[in-house]
C-alpha cells in the first residue's frame, strides 16, 4: 500500500539559512541548516526522512562556524530591518544538527544574535538525540528554549526498522537515559506510523509501542510531548500516514497518564 497522502517534493536545504516558513508545530520559523548544502549527514537512516536515505544524498562540506554566524548575522539583519517577526530559530536541515564539531559554539552565537534582534523568538533545535551522550551537545541543548527530541520508540527492533541507527551499538535504553538528564527540559517528539519496509510490518501505533512509551516518558519527565504523522514524501513508499482522529485517541491516552502532549 502506498502514501496515502499528498506528496510534495522530496528535497534538500540547499543552503544555511531558510525561510521564514510557517511551522505547523513551531510557528513563524527561521531555519538553519548546519550541514551540507548537496546532501544529507546522519546518525538516523529514517524510512521517512524527507531528504531521503544517506546512501543517495551523501554529504559534502559541513559550513565553518564562521559563516554560520556571519549569514545567521546578515538574515536577522535584513528580517529586523523589514519589520518582520520570529516566533522561533529553528535548527534542523539535512541530517542531524548537533553533529557540527562546534555546534555548542553556534548555539551561544545564536543566543547572542537573538537577544540582539529579536528578543522575543525562541531557539528550537530538532534532534534525533543520538548525540545526548556528548557533554557539549547536552550542555547546549539545556541552553535552548525548545530542545526537541526524537523518541518513535522504546523497542530496538522497531528502531532499528523505522529509524535505523548508523551506529550498530546503538543503544535505545542509553538514550532514554540520556533524556532523562535533561531534567524536564526537554520535548520529546515522536513519530506515528505505519506500513511495509523491505518486507516487514512497520506499526508503532498498538497498544504495546504506545503504552512502554509512556513508559519511558515517565522516566524523562519532558516538559511536553509533540506526536505526529506523514506530512512529507517519504523515502519508502510503503507508508501510510496515521490520521489525525487516531492521534488525538494516543494523546487523550498519553494526557491521562499525566503529560501536555501536542497533536501535529
Do not use: W
Not at 516566533?87 to 562546534?102: K, S, W, Y
Not at 524536564?184 to 505505519?194: E, N, S
Amino acid at each position: 500500500m502506498s502514501v496515502n497522502y499528498k506528496i510534495k517534493k522530496m528535497s534538500l536545504f540547499n543552503s544555511i539559512i531558510f525561510g521564514p516558513i510557517k511551522s505547523r508545530r513551531l510557528g513563524n520559523s527561521l531555519g538553519v541548516n548546519l550541514l551540507p548544502d548537496s546532501g544529507k549527514v546522519c546518525t538516523f537512516d529514517c524510512i521517512y526522512c524527507e531528504c531521503g536515505y544517506n546512501k543517495d544524498n551523501k554529504g559534502g562540506k559541513i559550513p565553518s562556524k564562521e559563516r554560520v554566524v556571519e549569514e545567521m548575522a546578515l538574515k536577522f539583519e535584513e528580517l529586523s530591518k523589514k519589520g518582520e517577526e520570529l516566533d522561533v530559530i529553528t535548527f534542523a536541515g539535512n541530517g542531524e544538527p548537533t553533529l557540527h564539531p562546534d555546534f555548542s559554539e553556534i548555539i551561544d552565537s545564536t543566543i547572542e544574535l537573538r537577544d540582539k534582534y529579536f528578543p522575543d523568538a525562541k531557539i528550537s533545535v530538532l534532534s534525533n538525540s543520538t548525540e545526548t551522550g556528548k557533554n557539549s551537545v547536552f550542555e547546549a541543548l539545556k541552553k535552548v528554549d525548545n530542545n526537541i527530541l526524537k523518541l518513535d520508540s522504546t523497542f530496538a527492533e522497531t528502531v532499528n526498522l523505522i529509524d535505523k541507527p548508523v551506529n550498530k551499538s546503538y543503544d535505545i535504553n542509553n538514550i532514554i537515559d540520556n533524556l532523562s538528564r535533561f531534567n524536564g527540559k526537554a520535548i520529546v517528539q515522536t513519530m506515528f506510523l505505519r506500513g511495509e519496509h523491505n518486507g516487514q510490518k512497520v506499526d508503532n501505533t498498538t497498544d504495546k509501542e504506545v503504552d512502554a512509551l509512556i513508559e519511558a516518558y515517565k522516566k524523562i519527565s519532558p516538559k511536553q510531548i509533540m506526536i505526529y504523522s506523514l506530512d512529507r514524501p517519504t523515502p519508502e513508499k510503503k507508508l501510510i500516514k496515521v490520521e489525525k482522529s487516531e492521534l488525538e485517541e494516543i494523546a487523550t491516552k498519553m494526557r491521562n497518564a499525566g503529560f501536555d502532549v501536542v497533536v501535529g
